[in-house]
């Protein structure tokens, strides 16, 4: 009977033993870079979270200076943007450009072409959270002229 119950003990602590454990990420090594000129008019910061690690879901946290703004871009299974400060505008392609704001949180369905980024006066903050298909995350378009961010 004992060696029964110290088997039984062995194999249900052995689905333990070959758990992963929790992972903390210090925001001190969460270090960016400004945004390339090839993505991004402007000053453009972008800090990656989380790596796509969970369901190839992965978050960057990009903050857009006054002006700044992303090229013309679409995400193969779209993109959750939630804003963390700041005012800035989001444009789908034939569409008003819209306000966003922080607490807000904009849904932008997959392989909808579409821009986001600053005011022309107000800096904006915000995480941006997509999923990778084959291999990207994005395809990236034609710049956002002058033109198309002050209408």
Request: proline share 5%.
């Amino acid at each position: 009977m004992k060696r029964t119950l110290a088997t039984l003990a062995l194999v249900l602590a052995a689905p333990a033993a070959f758990a992963q454990s929790m992972e903390i990420t210090r925001s001190e090594t969460l270090a960016g870079q400004l945004g390339s000129g090839d993505y991004f008019t402007g000053t453009a910061y972008v800090a990656p979270v989380f790596p796509p690690v969970m369901n190839d879901v992965s978050a960057g946290h990009v903050t857009f200076l006054p002006g700044a703004r992303s090229a013309w871009h679409t995400h193969p299974a779209g993109q959750m943007l939630v804003v963390t400060s700041g005012t800035g505008w989001v444009q789908e392609r034939g569409q008003e450009k819209r306000i966003m704001q922080a607490g807000d949180v904009v849904w932008c369905p997959p392989d909808v072409e579409h821009w986001h980024g600053a005011t022309d006066t107000t800096a904006v903050s915000h995480y941006a959270i997509q999923a990778t298909v084959d291999g990207s995350a994005v395809a990236w378009g034609d710049h956002v002229t002058d033109e198309e961010y002050g209408q």
